[in-house]
Structures are given as structure tokens and as C-alpha cells.
């Protein structure tokens, strides 16, 4: 499918969605691997695990146009050998790791600056907007067909630490993308977005774990109830540190 976005920066929380569904666990057991990565599903399908340390992004979708739903879970570096990219992509469809025609939402969130090639990246959670085959120094440093669109509130220049389980809460419409970190609004994005999978991103990165996913079904906008949506969010994110 082809996807034209047009972007701007959303201020506050006014553009939070609350759900007319509940949270549901998702089984993982039919998404897709695509790069080349090694996602290892855990026995209750609920989790993946990525061991490799890869050249090139891999991603780990769910195939299924995601649109209209909320999606959390947690995401865990189980190393302290590394220091590179995590995240997801959204409204990616398949093949578009390495498509001519890729034209996605990716989210990434590396852990230190530094310089490779010449071409450097900044530590920090931040939103981009991908639209052709991104090679190596693209996905990198933000640069070609890799369009960086804006950086987290908080995390926007802070890396994630080794060992250290994060909550997250991804909510994609067709208006707008907000991600949370901890029950924390990061990115906060308007636009106008077309349909495509929710996926989980590594790149040069391996000993990643997303875990406890569920998702969310038809949210609706509801500005007057977004501060609850808020708390909801939060509510969810310290259940989750409550069960560990």
C-alpha cells in the first residue's frame, strides 16, 4: 500500500485517544521476521527475544494493518556489550526493510552518540519518517531517505540503560502517533497516516526483549477524557513493574 504523510508537531495531551476495548494479550506466534535478525518467540508467544548483532535493521511485524489501536508492552536490552539502536515501526508493510518504494513510520531510541564512518547519531528516543531503501549511514544518522520528524520530550538526547526493563505505550491513528515511555508522553505527532503494521526495530543491536504485549482495540478520539487516558496509561505501565 502506499502511504502519504503530512506531519506536524502536537503540543500537550490534548490529542490522546481513549478505548471503547479492553487490553488483550497478543499472541506473536504469526508475526514476521523480516532482516537479518533472529526473533525467538518465548513458549506462551507473548515475548521475542532478538540475538543478533545486525548490519542492517530488522523487524518483527505483525502483518495486519494496525491502525486505530493502541499497543504496550516492555522492552528490555539484556546486555550491557552494546550500545545501538531498539524500537518499532509503524505502518510498515512487508518488505519494506529494503523496498524502493519503503514508506513507514520508525521510532528508535539509540543509547550513545557516536560516529561511525563519519556519519554520526545522537543518543536519544526520536521519530522519523523512512521513504526508500535506507542503507546503513541513513538508518544511522537519520540522514537520505531517513527523515527525522522529532525527538523525545524527555529522552530525546538520554539512551536507554543496559538491564533495565522500560514500559511502553504506542497509540497509532490515522492522525496522529504518540509513544510513552514509562507512562511518560515522549513523541506526540499529527498528521495524516495511512494503515500498515506495528513492528519491533533493532538495528546493530542484539539481547533485546519485548514482553508482555497487549493491544488495545478501537480507540476513538475523546479529548475531553484524555487526562484519564493518561492515567490509564500510567495505571497500566506500574501494573506491569508490579507483576515482575
Known amino acids: 500500500m502506499k502511504k502519504a504523510l503530512l506531519y506536524t508537531t502536537a503540543l500537550g495531551v490534548a490529542g490522546l485517544f481513549a478505548s471503547t476495548g479492553s487490553a488483550a494479550p497478543v499472541d506473536l506466534s504469526s508475526w514476521q521476521a523480516e532482516g537479518s535478525g533472529t526473533w525467538n518467540l518465548a513458549p506462551d508467544n ?8 545486525t548490519n542492517l535493521p530488522t523487524v518483527f511485524h505483525n502483518g495486519v494493518d494496525s491502525q486505530g489501536f493502541s499497543l504496550s508492552g516492555e522492552i528490555t536490552v539484556e546486555t550491557g556489550s552494546d550500545n545501538d539502536f531498539i524500537g518499532f515501526v509503524l505502518g510498515f508493510d512487508t518488505g519494506e526493510v529494503t523496498s524502493a518504494t519503503a514508506n513507514y513510520i520508525l521510532i528508535d531510541w539509540k543509547q550513545t552518540s557516536q560516529t561511525f564512518s563519519s556519519v554520526p547519531s545522537s543518543a536519544g528516543l526520536a521519530i522519523s519518517h523512512v521513504t526508500g531503501a535506507a542503507n546503513f549511514d ?18 530525546g538526547s538520554t539512551g ?14 490515522s492522525n496522529n502517533i504518540q509513544v510513552f515511555v514509562d507512562g511518560v508522553e515522549e513523541l506526540n ?5 495511512e494503515n500498515g503494521s506495528f513492528g519491533f526495530y533493532n538495528f546493530s543491536q542484539e539481547s533485546v526483549r519485548y514482553a508482555g504485549i497487549e493491544q488495545t482495540t478501537n480507540p476513538v478520539p475523546e479529548p475531553a477524557t484524555a487526562a484519564l487516558f493518561g492515567m490509564g496509561l500510567l495505571g497500566a505501565a506500574i501494573r506491569r513493574r508490579m507483576k515482575k
Not at 507473548?46 to 548483532?53: A, D, E, G, I, L
Not at 541513513?138 to 529522552?155: I, K, M, P, S, Y
Open 46 to 53: 507473548n515475548s521475542v527475544f532478538q540475538t543478533v548483532n
Open 160 to 173: 536507554w540503560a543496559d538491564n533495565t526493563t522500560y514500559s511502553f505505550d504506542l497509540v497509532f491513528n
Open 189 to 193: 505527532i499529527n498528521g495524516s497516516f
Open 138 to 155: 541513513d538508518f544511522w544518522g537519520h540522514t537520505g531517505v531517513v527523515n527525522e520528524l522529532q525527538r523525545g520530550a524527555t529522552l
